[in-house]
């Protein structure tokens, strides 16, 4: 979790994904989709089509680092596929997401 907070850039992927991908897939989502550097030390939010699951796909100095997060009753309201595939985060609001299971713009529902 220090690793994560410390990170220079955190982007949000706004279309769901399919979970079963792992590192090789969503990284090679970022790439196709996006003009963003993998290996810079950003990190990569992802969800679920039901919004009650996180993946966060980062470079870690070694490797690539993969974390999840389930939420056990609620879920989150993901912002809608606009102009951009992904958006910046603070980390004010990663921090919301993992520690209060919210994130300061995109609220759960329940």
Known sequence: MKRMLSAPEIYLYRESVDFRKSINGLAAMIESDTDLPLGSGALFLFTNKQRDKIKVLYWDKTGFALWYKRLEKAKYKWP???????????????????????LSAINPFK
């Open 80 to 102: 809608s596929k606009e102009k951009n595939d992904v958006f910046t985060l603070t980390h004010a609001s990663l921090i919301d997401c993992f520690l209060a299971s919210r």
